[in-house]
């Protein structure tokens, strides 16, 4: 996998999720509530690391399976931190956002 076409998955998954709305989504008829369970401190860490690992790809130091875990692995830090949602943290029942 070429780094343009990283790049264009990355930017193309960005794009969907500021495209939708995340708060409410209506399955079966019954709403769902994501409700925001990622506060400003693990949304900041998320996001720096997502920033370190993408620059560690493009920058060559990580290559070929590393560096496409890599990618992979900062943008879904990317994306959790964007939409203050993480999947995982609902499955543990966990929440470092402060009500």
């Known amino acids: 996998m070429s780094r343009d076409s990283v ?3 990355v930017s193309w998954l960005l794009r969907l999720a500021m495209s939708m709305n995340f708060s409410k989504l209506v ?4 709403k769902l509530i994501m409700t925001k369970n990622v506060g400003s401190t693990d949304k ?4 720096v690391l997502a920033l370190v690992l993408g620059y560690l ?4 130091v ?3 399976t ?8 900062g943008a879904i830090a990317l994306l959790t931190a964007v939409i ?5 943290y609902s499955v543990i029942h966990m929440s470092t956002n402060k009500k």
């Open 57 to 60: 790809y493009y920058s060559g």
């Open 27 to 30: 399955n079966n008829h019954k």
């Open 66 to 73: 590393a560096g496409i875990i890599a990618i992979v692995v």
């Open 7 to 9: 790049t264009f998955v």
């Open 44 to 47: 900041m860490i998320r996001i």
């Open 62 to 64: 990580l290559t070929g």
């Open 84 to 88: 203050n949602y993480c999947p995982l």
